[in-house]
């Protein structure tokens, strides 16, 4: 135990972190920030007014989930929902960050799964109650290895996709985005002060559906990535 180690009265909680394509490095995770209503047909497939602006929510970051892991069908639902989500990996932040700048705070991007205990979160939205019960649980926050975007740029359009035991489910473009990234990181900095390991799941198209154990779970955005995880019984 080193002398810093001891200056804690509990051993400290290990550092959530992503993993790098081709890489045995790591990208340390801050904070996960999530966009709702960023994809018109998903907003309509919700029945929620289509006018509005997306709204941020967030997951506590040792919600990650790696690319091939499995996540424990979680307690108190019975409609566990996916939604696939790129990711957008910042290396530094600010606030209010104008859009033309907010690309020099990206690292890199990837692909996650925004899951949701739906029936949880549509009961605390009728009773005017935060969304943390339906969002912000274990294991809610699969996340794929990283791409730099000094390797592949800054991904605008492109095929988004998510399978279910080999079956499309959710399918659109990253064109599709009402918000596109640099917007949701100048509007997100306007709420709160971003920084260096910050993550944002950028908002999800059409098909969500629910999920059940025994499931495979297969992402993919083109020039991103994948992600696969497999959905495990409830723990004991």
């Known amino acids: 135990m080193s002398a810093d180690d001891k200056r804690y009265v509990i051993p400290a909680p290990s550092q959530p972190a992503l993993a790098i394509a ?24 919700m029945g929620q007014d289509e006018r509005q602006p997306p709204f941020f929510f967030a997951k506590p970051a040792d919600a990650i989930v790696p690319d091939g892991g499995t996540v424990p069908y979680p307690p108190l639902t019975k409609d566990m929902h996916h939604e696939v989500e790129m990711v957008v990996a910042l290396k530094s932040g600010g606030s209010n960050i104008k859009p033309e700048k907010a690309r020099d705070c990206i690292w890199g991007y990837g692909v996650g799964i925004d899951l949701t205990r739906r029936d949880l979160q549509i009961a605390s939205r009728e009773i005017k109650r935060p969304w943390e019960i339906g969002k912000a649980f274990d294991a809610s926050a699969p996340c794929g290895p990283l791409q730099p975007a000094a390797k592949i740029g800054h991904p605008a359009k492109g095929r988004i996709a998510l399978k279910v035991n080999g079956t499309v489910k959710q399918e659109g473009d990253l064109n599709q985005m ?30 969500v559906g629910a999920l059940v154990p025994g499931d495979k779970v297969e992402c993919e955005i083109d020039g991103v990535g994948r992600l696969t995880v497999t959905i495990g019984p409830p723990k004991k």
């Open 22 to 45: 081709g890489s045995s490095q790591l990208f340390p995770v801050r904070r996960i920030w999530c966009v709702g209503r960023n994809y018109v047909e998903h907003i309509r497939e």
């Open 178 to 207: 009402i918000w596109n990234v640099p917007e949701t990181i100048w509007k997100l900095s306007e709420m709160v002060e971003l920084a260096a390991g910050d993550i944002i799941m950028t908002g999800t198209p059409a098909g």
